[in-house]
């Protein structure tokens, strides 16, 4: 019995991974990898042929492509305004704020009664100017309301729990949110009504681009500009950049922490506000459900820009959008799939499941490690 005891001692520990004269399937094998490898070929070679089946079958011209693109701009412009909201909470708090949809919503459909107020009185079309100030300021009041009330009442009290209790807490306010507002303003879509001079086109660059288009292109892209430079330059910019790099430091170093932490709401509040503006000059029509559909589509365009960095959201935005407008006529036409137009938002979770397995830290994030890294794009 000794000498077998001393034999077993005396014998070499066993390789790694392996068992029973077996390596272990994942060692021999790179599984995960080999999958990643066939799944990129296949969505590649789904791409190519697609495009190469709808281009030949002559259905879309150039100028049909064209128009595509800047629908595809416009609507993604409202994407990377919402997209930021995302990414400003996130670079502060690191929590995903799945309320952030019901945020963009309150304020679009909240704005719908002064509109119909306004035309009432037939102000909308004597006075556009003015009444799209009226109901933009309606649309961010809303919008900043309720972003100050989530984070009183939601978030705060949370703030040192765990981040999947914040999720579930996120999750849970989205849908409290989402039905109020259903019980307030009822179940059935509305229409807006229509501002008449922003009707018809403007010739810019020799192609004729659809007004409202221009308004919404141009309103996100002078709102990203001004929140790039005002997190980069002013001073409650650098305060909230600190907050999101280390809050016990920022709050010795003088900074209120809940004050920077609530102008960021405020902020991604007031982005929220002008996005409902710019959603209504396109689509003209709101719904309870408006939130949760463009808040997943927002909240793909920051995760594919990667989350955390504005310029991020700016890009993630106008690609998802693009990609959405384009993806189902270029990919499916030549497939003979009818009503291709409809799988637009299959199209946008797809980019979001895609981002996830292949780029979960996005165009712009970090790579190497899995951890959140502070301060990343604030």
Do not use: C
């Not at 949370?158 to 849908?175: E, H, K, M, Q």
């Not at 280390?246 to 900074?255: P, R, W």
């Not at 991604?268 to 408006?290: N, R």
């Not at 310029?311 to 693009?322: C, E, M, N, P, T």
């Amino acid at each position: 019995m000794e000498e077998g005891t001393a034999e077993r001692k005396a014998s070499p520990p066993s390789p790694p991974g392996w068992r029973r004269g077996r390596l272990r399937l994942p060692e021999r094998l790179p599984v995960r990898h080999s999958l990643l490898a066939l799944l990129s070929i296949a969505i590649v070679l789904g791409v190519i042929l697609g495009t190469v089946s709808t281009l030949r079958t002559g259905r879309f011209t150039a100028e049909n492509w064209i128009d595509l693109v800047i629908n595809g701009v416009a609507r993604g412009s409202v994407y990377a305004l919402i997209a930021a909201g995302y990414t400003l909470v996130y670079g502060v708090l690191f929590i995903i704020n799945f309320a952030h949809g019901e945020v963009f919503m309150a304020g679009a459909y909240t704005a719908l009664f002064a509109a119909l107020a306004l035309a009432e009185h037939g102000m909308l079309n004597a006075n556009p100017i003015v009444s799209i100030i009226i109901l933009l300021l309606v649309s961010t009041a809303t919008s900043v309301i309720v972003a100050l009330l989530l984070e009183r009442v939601a978030y705060r009290p949370l703030r040192g729990a765990p981040r999947l209790v914040l999720l579930i807490a996120a999750i849970g306010a989205s849908l409290f949110l989402q039905y109020t507002f259903r019980g307030l303003y009822g179940a059935q879509a509305r229409s807006y009504p229509r501002i008449t001079v922003l009707d018809g086109t403007w010739t810019i660059f020799g192609s004729d681009l659809a007004r409202t288009q221009v308004v919404v292109i141009l309103g996100a892209l002078l709102l990203m500009v001004g929140l790039y430079l005002f997190i980069a330059r002013a001073r409650t910019g650098r305060s909230i950049r600190a907050v999101g790099e280390d809050k016990e430091i920022a709050s010795l170093m003088g900074i209120n922490v809940n004050r920077a932490i609530v102008i960021t709401f405020a902020i991604g509040g007031l982005l929220a506000g002008v996005a409902g503006i710019l959603y209504i000059l396109l689509f003209s029509k709101v719904i309870f459900t408006m939130g949760f559909f463009t808040g997943i589509k927002a909240f793909t365009a920051a995760v594919l820009g990667g989350i955390g960095s504005i310029l991020g959201a700016a890009i993630g935005g106008v690609f998802l959008g693009v990609f959405e407008a384009i993806g189902p006529d270029l990919f499916l036409t030549g497939a003979g799939v009818p009503a291709p137009n409809q799988l637009q938002p299959v199209f946008a979770l797809a980019t979001l499941v895609l981002v996830l397995i292949f780029r979960p830290r996005g165009i712009l994030g970090a790579s190497g490690e899995s951890r959140p890294r502070r301060g990343s794009g604030l």
